[in-house]
């Protein structure tokens, strides 16, 4: 098992960075990404938004994995993301984790956006991965190639929403979206 987290901050505040992770996709940095489907959302009593999303790829990052290759399981791929938007606190939490060939890889993803405590027109995100490949023959060389693998798409992930964010600020400038203030 191959465990690993990645900080970073954003020089955008908390509603823009939270607004552009759920409008990050389709973007020029990941292709992959070919759709999002909500399956579920809902409010519950805490004034919380709960969503339940299917996102469908077409991860090329997955035949980087020779194995796969092999096995002859390439195409479409599908992972669930559960998400919580806690206004009140100001924290985002999406967590992650892949339904297609869960029997060999098991990829977990928790990625937590929360405004800075010293300057709060900046987020801070925490991303947790955790990868696991059972099969003890090929965890190794697997889990291996998965985390470079994930670590560069982290960045292209990042770059998304920093793009997505100046999106959001300027449709906010043109009068499309509410300030920041009264979100």
């Not at 759920?22 to 489907?37: A, H, L």
């Not at 801070?124 to 190639?145: C, M, T």
Request: include cysteine; charge should be positive.
């Amino acid at each position: 098992m191959k465990l690993f987290s990645i900080q970073h901050e954003f020089d955008h505040c908390w509603e823009d960075v939270t607004q552009a992770a759920f409008r990050k996709y389709p973007n020029k940095f990941n292709p992959n990404v070919t759709g999002v489907d909500v399956l579920k959302r809902y409010v519950d009593d805490r004034g919380r938004l709960h969503s339940l999303r299917l996102i469908i790829s077409s991860f090329s990052m997955w035949s980087a994995v020779s194995f796969v290759k092999m096995l002859g399981l390439e195409g479409s791929m599908y992972a669930i993301e559960r998400s919580i938007v806690d206004p009140k606190r100001r924290i985002l939490t999406l967590r992650s984790r892949n339904i297609s060939l869960y029997g060999l890889v098991h990829v977990n993803e928790v990625l937590t956006y929360r405004t800075d405590p010293v300057n709060t027109s900046r987020t801070l995100l925490e991303h947790d991965i955790r990868i696991n490949v059972p099969a003890s023959f090929l965890s190794g060389y697997a889990e291996g190639k998965l985390v470079d693998v994930i670590s560069d798409t982290a960045v292209l992930g990042r770059m998304a929403i920093d793009d997505t964010c100046k999106t959001v600020q300027l449709e906010r400038s043109v009068g499309g979206l509410p300030s920041t203030s009264s979100v």
